[in-house]
Nanobody, 129 residues
Framework: QVQLVESGGGLVQAGGSLRLSCAASGRTFSRVAMGWFRQAPGKEREFAAVIRWSAGIYYTEYADSVKGRFTISRDMAKNTMYLQMDSLKPEDTAVYYC????????????????????WGQGTKVTVSS
């Protein structure tokens, strides 16, 4: 059974940092996209960051709202993905979800959440002003 388990959320002041982790079990996710999405209260789930595979290389992409402040990474040996979040703002407050694709579809449209087959339960991040 495939599972994605997020951890690392919490309460932090504006300007602070958090590192989220997403531990995968049940299969490895090499050569497919893995990403982070977030959902603020009353809003739709939105793309935050992704590591995708293309022509033998891993690429990273970020939403404009987090670019330059968040860094996505993967440790293939640990089958774990991370999201380092720096210079946090109150508008970053949301539940953060990790997601993985079972095929290559998300490598082509990584910002489309319907391309992901596996989701974690979410970890809550609250940034106070």
């Amino acid at each position: 059974q495939v599972q994605l388990v997020e951890s690392g959320g919490g309460l932090v002041q504006a300007g602070g940092s958090l590192r989220l982790s997403c531990a995968a079990s049940g299969r490895t996710f090499s050569r497919v996209a893995m990403g982070w999405f977030r959902q603020a209260p009353g809003k739709e789930r939105e793309f935050a960051a992704v590591i995708r595979w293309s022509a033998g290389i891993y690429y990273t992409e970020y939403a404009d709202s987090v670019k330059g402040r968040f860094t996505i990474s993967r440790d293939m040996a640990k089958n774990t993905m991370y999201l380092q979040m720096d210079s946090l703002k109150p508008e970053d407050t949301a539940v953060y979800y990790c997601a993985a694709s079972s095929s290559g579809a998300a490598n082509y449209t990584p910002r489309d959440r319907t391309r992901y087959d596996y989701w974690g339960q979410g970890t809550k991040v609250t940034v106070s002003s």
